[in-house]
């Protein structure tokens, strides 16, 4: 054999060892990748903006796009846990049969074997771990189905099998569906994240109790309560018209925009939504059914001779914005018997009050720091006055104990009547 062919012969060896080499460094480093892949996949698995890719009514074939084969099913669950967990369960099962970790693999768990790796046999149901597991911290997501999909998807960050059955505290909520009706029973889908990290999306029933912009609350089911502004609209199956709806199942007419016309006059209850500014003199006329007023918050004075014609009113709420109320505008309102002053007022003036005779109760809101002497003139039947604001009263130049409705009610009406009583705010 010549130089020249042992030569080649040497300079093809060794590129075939090269080869050899580069193919095998190739295989580690795919090897490496596709762990690595598998790893990342595993991790980003248990983020919240990972699950909630997921929504109420969605397929299960739409969970397993999202987040894979479940590593335990029942009929109306799918779980996954981290692999932390199922590398603990693994070690659990590393004595028994291997025929039995294999019928158990595929059967409660089908995805563990594809997560960690085609060799891994698990046979321990997560449903009853071993002691051994208690304390390990692992990540947690659990989907519940019915009929026609979807129902709940919970991602616990933080779990442990000493620590699952805990409250959570809500840290917000949101309510993801868009069609609210106001004083309506609304199912709908929402969603709650948690300080440790966690989150549900599950479905709820709210109930707006205004019209426009409001807030709902509902409680959650790790303990928590949640809230979220939200817009409701009127109901179409409710009468309603311009500027006003009416509740059917309570009779109860919500005026909420001004110039409201056309509102029915045969209901007993009215309430103003925060949307009203004013009420127009003659909104009450010949309203001999009316029993029972709530003003909203838009409305800031109430003027003498409104309420004329109110020959039924028993008891009105004067809400959060009222601040002024005239001298006279309970003067034809015989059958009033019932008072409330919100946040807005700060003064109670002479003869607000005066001439109503049936007046028995009266609740003084808790910024009313006077009450003007005569405020409560010719008010014979008053017997209950409550302060929301107790402490600081004086009258007279005597410091006055109002914590007694009844004592409060003589003394507005015998020797304290006389004199303007203020409230000393202390910081």
């Known amino acids: 054999m010549s ?201 709820t029933t709210v109930t707006p109790s205004a019209y426009g912009s409001t807030t709902v609350w509902w409680d959650e089911p790790y303990g928590g309560r949640c809230s979220c502004p939200v817009t409701a609209s009127v109901n179409p199956e409710f009468p309603s018209g311009n500027g006003w709806y009416l509740v059917p199942d309570t009779q109860v007419l919500y005026i909420f925009a001004d110039g409201a016309s056309g509102y029915p006059k045969d209901v007993s209850t009215v309430t103003f939504q925060g949307g009203v500014t004013s009420i127009e003199d003659d909104f009450f006329s010949d309203w001999g059914s009316l029993r029972h007023i709530t003003l909203g918050s838009g409305i800031k004075v109430l003027q003498a001779g409104v309420l004329k014609g109110c020959s039924s009113l028993q008891a009105i709420n004067l809400g959060n914005g009222v601040e002024v109320v005239e001298a006279g505008t309970f003067a034809d309102c015989p059958a009033l018997s019932s008072i409330t002053i919100g946040t807005g007022m700060t003064t109670v003036t002479a003869d607000a009050f005066s001439g109503c005779a049936t007046l028995r109760s009266i609740t003084i809101g808790q910024n009313v720091t006077t009450i003007e002497a005569g405020a409560f003139a010719g008010c014979d039947q008053l017997t209950s006055v409550t302060f929301r604001a107790a402490g600081g009263w004086m009258a007279n130049g005597e ?11 003589a003394n507005l009406l015998g020797a304290y009547g006389a004199y303007a009583w203020t409230r000393i705010v202390t910081e």
């Not at 609304?186 to 966690?198: H, K, L, M, W």
Request: aromatic share 8%; charged share 25%; glycine share 8%.
């Open 3 to 203: 130089n020249n062919q042992r030569s080649r012969e040497k300079s093809a060896t060794a590129g075939n060892r090269l080869i050899g080499g580069l193919v095998a460094l190739g295989l580690v480093l795919l090897l490496v990748t596709t762990v690595i892949v598998m790893c990342v996949a595993m991790s980003s698995k248990f983020r919240i903006s990972h699950v909630e890719q997921i929504a109420v009514g969605d397929s299960r074939e739409r969970v397993i796009e999202v987040l894979g084969e479940p590593y335990a099913r029942s009929e109306n669950t799918f779980e996954y846990y981290s692999e932390n967990y199922l590398r603990l369960l693994q070690q659990q099962a590393g004595q028994e049969d291997q025929e039995s970790q294999e019928e158990l693999t595929t059967a409660r768990m089908p995805g563990v074997a594809e997560t960690l790796g085609a060799s891994s046999k698990v046979s321990v149901d997560p449903s009853q771990p071993e002691q051994a597991l208690g304390e390990e911290v692992y990540q947690y997501i659990a989907v519940t189905f019915d009929e026609d999909g979807v129902v709940s998807v919970f991602l616990d960050a933080n779990r442990s099998e000493l620590t699952k059955e805990e409250g959570k505290e809500v840290r917000g909520g949101l309510i993801l569906s868009d069609a609210l009706y106001a004083h309506t029973a609304c199912e709908v889908s929402y969603r709650a994240e948690y300080t440790d990290g966690s989150y549900y999306m599950g479905i």
């Open 399 to 409: 410091a006055l104990d109002v914590s007694d409705p009844a004592v409060n009610a």
